[in-house]
């Protein structure tokens, strides 16, 4: 498999558990700036499954599509494991879907800002409430498509994980 292309066999996987529980997806993508709808698009029968996306990358389009905290996500260059909650629980039901997927972070270096070694925090909804969350580390990488390619794969991994799992919500 080229790095560039999405692993058809995981995207068939997460396609059957999701429509044999006649559930969708749909995601909010930031720093993956549309890396993770283009991967979703190419599995067999997307549109069984997959409702949307959409990316959002200041924080005044997270606020005005996704209620984004505005004063929490100025604070922190709206890069937070708050921010990735919110971008998915807000996700699903702006597009219909059961499943909403969120991800915020960095994909270049910010020398001026201190990060160097790059990470994202991504977050699961299920019917608007959160599920799961947690942080994806890149390291020191000077090539943001690569890393963007690296966080998507991670987060349909995780993704198919969190399928399996029963519901539980996450507290905020």
């Known amino acids: 498999m080229h790095p560039s292309e999405p692993d058809i066999e995981l995207l068939r996987h997460i396609r059957q558990l999701l429509t044999g529980n006649q559930q969708t997806v749909a995601v909010a993508e930031s720093v993956t700036a ?8 190419l599995a067999e029968k997307a549109m069984e499954f997959f409702q949307g996306g959409i990316t959002t990358y ?9 209620n984004i905290d505005p004063i929490h996500g100025q604070s922190c260059d709206c890069v937070s494991e708050k921010v990735a909650l919110e971008m998915a629980t807000a996700v699903g039901p ?6 909403g997927i969120a991800v915020t972070g960095y994909a270049s270096p910010v020398p001026e800002q201190g990060i160097h070694d790059l990470f994202a925090y991504y977050a699961f909804s299920f019917k608007g409430h959160p599920v799961s969350q947690g942080i994806l580390r890149a390291g020191q990488n ?11 794969h991670e987060l349909l991994m995780l993704f198919r994980e969190a399928l399996h799992l029963p519901y539980s ?4």
């Open 94 to 99: 702006l597009f219909a879907a059961d499943w």
């Open 34 to 41: 549309g890396h993770l709808q283009v991967a979703l698009s």
């Open 169 to 172: 919500p996450v507290k905020k």
């Open 142 to 152: 000077d090539d943001p498509v690569a890393v963007r390619q690296y966080y998507t």
């Open 58 to 66: 200041n924080l005044g389009q997270k606020t005005k599509h996704l």
